[in-house]
């Protein structure tokens, strides 16, 4: 990964489930193979309704709680060991990349600091920057392991900011899912979404200042328009 850009620059946080790479359903897949293992059934518009932007672990916390089983720390770890090689077994098998989306992070490594904010663990985060081509062009990692809260909690983009020594007026997140705009929005960041997951309605109202409705769309300056826009405290 690259070092820590210095001065101020402008920073990219991406999401990555959703946004770089199209494997919601290979966790949805993934979760209920692991809870059918203990007697709960989970359909897909459950998922995307009430748990889509949650990392594993407190993804299986609600789920596990919601249909009336033990969730204790160790269940829910037990849980989360689980998944892991199930998901890994089916994108090491075929793992779909948005087209564009690596490309526009490395455009962005090329102008600022470009960070990944995800629930995803970072093995799964790795695996898919290597096989995207795009290890290099990446400063810092916030997975799933660094901070105690999953979004819509900002406390994952606030941990990137405080790594990159940069302020929410220079940064811009890229996001796809309603819990991911409202933890960029709760952090200061100006928010840019792509309708990968949900209607661009539903993006700009949790406060996306700009949607797209694919990645492939964007580019940096529009990115840097978002910012600026922002910046200047724009609606």
Do not use: W
């Not at 979760?31 to 059934?41: A, D, N, Q, Y």
């Not at 789920?63 to 037990?78: N, Y």
């Not at 996001?175 to 709760?186: H, K, L, N, Q």
């Amino acid at each position: 990964m690259r070092g820590t850009h210095q001065g101020a620059v402008t920073v990219y946080l991406f999401d990555f489930n959703g946004v770089l790479v199209d494997d919601e359903r290979v966790h949805f897949a993934a979760f209920r193979e692991v809870l059918e293992r203990r007697g709960v059934s989970l359909d897909e518009p459950t998922y995307l309704e009430k748990y889509f932007a949650f990392d594993d672990a407190t993804g299986f916390r609600s789920m596990l709680r919601d249909a009336g089983k033990p969730h204790d720390d160790a269940l829910v770890a037990e849980c989360v060991a689980e998944k892991l090689p199930v998901y890994m077994r089916a994108v090491e098998r075929d793992l779909v990349l948005f087209p564009g989306g690596f490309e526009l992070v490395r455009a962005c490594a090329a102008r600022g600091a470009v960070g990944i904010v995800s629930g995803a663990l970072r093995v799964e985060i790795d695996f898919a920057l290597r096989r995207g081509g795009a290890a290099d062009a990446v400063t810092t990692i916030v997975a799933a392991e660094d901070v105690t809260a999953c979004k819509p909690d900002p406390a994952g983009y606030l941990e990137a900011l405080r790594r990159l020594g940069a302020s929410q007026r220079d940064a811009v997140v890229i996001e796809d899912s309603i819990g991911g705009v409202r933890a960029g929005c709760a952090a200061g960041c100006a928010v840019v979404a792509v309708a990968h997951s949900y209607a661009a309605s539903a993006l700009r109202e949790a406060g996306a200042r700009d949607v797209a409705s694919h990645v492939r769309e964007l580019d940096v300056e529009r990115l840097e328009a978002a910012r600026l826009d922002a910046a200047r405290g724009g609606a």
